[in-house]
């Protein structure tokens, strides 16, 4: 079984929709992070967890947020979806100890119509 | 600002050539780097990192990268590519010390297209 799963792992939406992208991991990795990645931009970092309870805004957050169920869950939410918004998301773990190697989940492929 | 930048976005060779991939980075400190590869339709998978020590690193696959400091550069190699190397490639750093997040930067991205 894969260590980082997402899910869904596509999704068409329409502009104004609320929708959440989840992610789980069974690697027992404190650190979480949701990234977007866009052609020619390379992966920009939306928001990072460092535990349950420490949530931190990373380059590109606005109109976005998450949530941090678990150690093993961190979901993003579009509260209003805009085509802007229409990208391939990332989740990736990382342990604390371990110099910051990040594993990363398949990917969500998003669209905003 | 901290950056990271990729110098070709597309790059086209035929099997048996070799291959450099330019990186340079923007950072006070110290850092770790990293070359990351993304096959078509697939997540991001390592392919060699650097952390202290030996400035030249190898990876999976037959790739190796060098970590020149004066130059602020990190650039991939392979002496000979094939078809199956066809990826998109991501150079990416983070900062070590005080205050260190762990948060990668991630450079633009080299698209590779291998010729067979």
């Known amino acids: 079984d894969a260590d980082v799963t997402q899910t869904p792992r596509n999704r068409i939406t329409k502009t104004g929709k609320r929708i959440m992208l989840e992610c789980s991991q069974t690697k027992g990795h404190d650190r979480m992070y949701w990234y977007r990645q866009d052609p020619g931009l390379g992966l920009q970092l939306i928001y990072y967890?460092?535990?349950?309870?420490?949530?931190n805004k990373g380059e590109i957050s606005d109109g976005y947020s998450v949530s941090r169920q678990a150690q093993a869950k961190f979901s993003l939410s579009l509260e209003s979806a805009i085509p802007n918004q229409t990208a391939l998301y990332f989740c990736?773990?990382?342990?604390?100890?371990?110099?910051?190697?990040?594993?990363f989940g398949p990917g969500t492929r998003l669209t905003v119509t | 600002a901290q950056s990271v930048s990729q110098h070709n976005h597309h790059v086209i060779l035929s099997e048996a050539a070799s291959l450099e991939l330019g990186c340079n980075y923007s950072?006070?400190?110290?850092?770790?780097l990293f070359w990351y590869v993304q096959y078509p339709g697939q997540h991001l998978q390592l392919l060699l990192k650097y952390f202290s020590g030996d400035p030249l690193v190898k990876g999976i696959k037959g790739f190796e990268a060098e970590f020149i400091k004066s130059k602020f550069s990190f650039n991939l190699r392979k002496p000979s590519v094939q078809w199956s190397d066809t990826a998109e490639y991501f150079c990416?750093?983070?900062?070590?010390?005080?205050?260190?997040?762990?948060?990668?930067?991630f450079g633009q991205g080299t698209t590779l297209q291998v010729k067979p």
């Open positions: 950072y006070g400190g110290t850092v770790n």
């Open positions: 990416a750093a983070t900062s070590r010390g005080s205050g260190n997040t762990g948060k990668l930067i």
């Open positions: 990736a773990t990382s342990e604390v100890w371990v110099l910051y190697e990040q594993y």
């Open positions: 967890s460092f535990d349950v309870k420490d949530i």
